[in-house]
């Protein structure tokens, strides 16, 4: 069965950096378009940035300029790299994956989640 983890949240200061990532394992055809979201607690989740399978990219306004959305289709991983973090930047963060079985069906998929916090 397909499944997504990722990785590389952790605890870090206002201004640093980190890098999550997120690999899709399992039995699929293909991977179509990607995308990290993040929910903040008490809060909607909410779409950060994605990437479509021909490399295009797109970036909520509160991301442009510091997050960076990339992916390795040779490894199966979508990547956020993070700049520059705020306070607000803190939620969980879960990758999302278009996962096509076939030529002719698709579907979503998403990862558990991996926890961003950032401190004042």
């Known amino acids: 069965q397909v499944q997504l983890v990722e990785s590389g949240g952790g605890l870090v200061q206002a201004g640093g950096f980190l890098r999550v990532s997120c690999t899709v394992s399992g039995r699929f055809f293909s991977i179509d378009d990607m995308a990290w979201y993040r929910q903040a607690p008490g809060k909607q989740r909410e779409l950060v940035a994605s990437?479509?399978?021909?490399?295009?990219?797109s970036y909520a306004d509160s991301a442009k300029g510091r997050f960076t959305i990339s992916r390795e289709n040779a490894k199966n991983t979508v990547y956020l790299q993070m700049n520059n973090l705020k306070p607000e930047d803190t939620a969980v963060y879960y990758c999302?994956?278009?996962?096509?079985?076939?030529?002719?069906?698709?579907?979503?998929?998403w990862g558990q989640g991996t926890q961003v916090t950032v401190s004042s």
């Open positions: 990437i479509t399978k021909y490399f295009t990219t």
């Open positions: 999302n994956a278009e996962i096509r079985s076939s030529l002719i069906s698709s579907r979503q998929y």
